[in-house]
């Protein structure tokens, strides 16, 4: 990936076609097999870390630096965890509606 210096580091970051794009055009190294296991997880998080910055106030060195602190966190985040632990994903952190999960059931004796 080549940076070019007329596109802001957020058009090039979405010009990228993979997470492992992203990572080295960040220049961070990452594990395989977490992207393997929790590769959307991981940018969904990247992306709620990076809307708690005010990036529209930072220049372009700022935002790359923003971005990778997020992305290296959100990998972190997933090296040690799964994704239903961290509920990165909205459909973690949905009421079940119905069903009653099988921690909520006792056994009756009758």
Do not use: W
């Amino acid at each position: 990936m080549s940076c070019k210096p007329d596109r802001g580091v957020l058009d090039q970051m979405h010009a990228l076609s993979s997470a492992e794009d992203l990572f080295t055009f960040l220049l961070l190294p990452y594990d395989q097999s977490v992207l393997n296991r929790a590769r959307l997880h991981v940018m969904k998080r990247m992306g709620d870390y990076l809307s708690q910055v005010e990036l529209s106030a930072l220049d372009e060195d700022g935002v790359f630096l923003e971005a990778r602190r997020a992305l290296k966190r959100a990998h972190a985040d997933f090296q040690t965890s799964t994704p239903r632990a961290q509920k990165a994903l909205k459909i973690f952190n949905q009421p079940r509606g119905n069903v009653v999960p099988m921690e909520g059931l006792r056994l009756s004796v009758q």
